[in-house]
T-cell receptor, first 115, second 112 residues
């Protein structure tokens, strides 16, 4: 049973560039979540998909951020015109259909550094 | 806004000692998860508690959910250097979004 995978693991970019991250959830999981974690803090919720539908977006997700899950499988998170404040670990999690949605399994994360 | 406060934020103890980490909120959560995170990796789920007063044991780790489902504790007996890591509590929120609200974490160091 493969877990949640994320690609790339590390990304260094210059301010103003666009970046895109990919998340592949556990295969039978229909719920997918994106979180952001800055140094010394716990993860913060960004957005949530159930199948291909994006059901909730945090106020943290400015209009420079967009997330998609076109076929209800993998998801992408794009950041346009990156800023130094976007430097963080971006975490993807998934959970199974049914009542235990709160048992979220995380990927290894993508560490973004904006220079 | 639902917040979870963890205490202590940092804890350094000797191998063999016992410790307790607390996770408190003024809000009620539908569930409470504990995760452990290593540097540069994602959080790994340790346990889920959903019923007020629930106690779960995982080897030397004991997890408790408060009766009112607003707080939780993690107790480690006879800590070992392999227990070193960042411990995160996370509350399940189901108000429109199904999301987890995380505490800021407790960085635990067990010295040999």
């Amino acid at each position: 049973d493969t877990g949640v995978s994320q690609d790339p693991r590390h990304k260094i970019t210059k301010r103003g560039q666009n970046v895109t991250f990919r998340c592949d959830p556990i295969s039978e999981h229909n719920r997918l979540y994106w979180y952001r974690q800055t140094l010394g803090q716990g993860p913060e919720f960004l957005t949530y998909f159930q199948n291909e539908a994006q059901l909730e977006k945090s106020r943290l997700l400015s209009d420079r951020f967009s997330a998609e899950r076109p076929k209800g499988s993998f998801s992408t998170l794009e950041i346009q015109r990156t800023e130094q404040g976007d430097s963080a670990m971006y975490l993807c999690a998934s959970s199974s259909p049914g009542r235990r949605w709160y048992e979220q399994y995380f990927g290894p994360g993508t560490r973004l550094t904006v220079t | 806004t639902q917040l979870l406060e963890q205490s202590p934020q940092f804890l350094s103890i000797q191998e063999g000692e016992n410790l307790t980490v607390y996770c408190n909120s003024s809000s009620v959560f539908s569930s409470l998860q504990w995760y452990r995170q290593e540097p540069g990796e994602g959080p790994v789920l340790l346990v889920t508690v959903v019923t007020g007063g629930e106690v779960k044991k995982l080897k030397r780790l004991t997890f408790q959910f408060g009766d009112a489902r607003k707080d939780s504790s993690l107790h480690i007996t006879a800590a070992q250097p392999g227990d070193t890591g960042l411990y995160l509590c996370a509350g399940g929120v189901w108000q429109g979004a199904q999301k987890l609200v995380f505490g800021q974490g407790t960085r635990l160091t067990i010295n040999p």
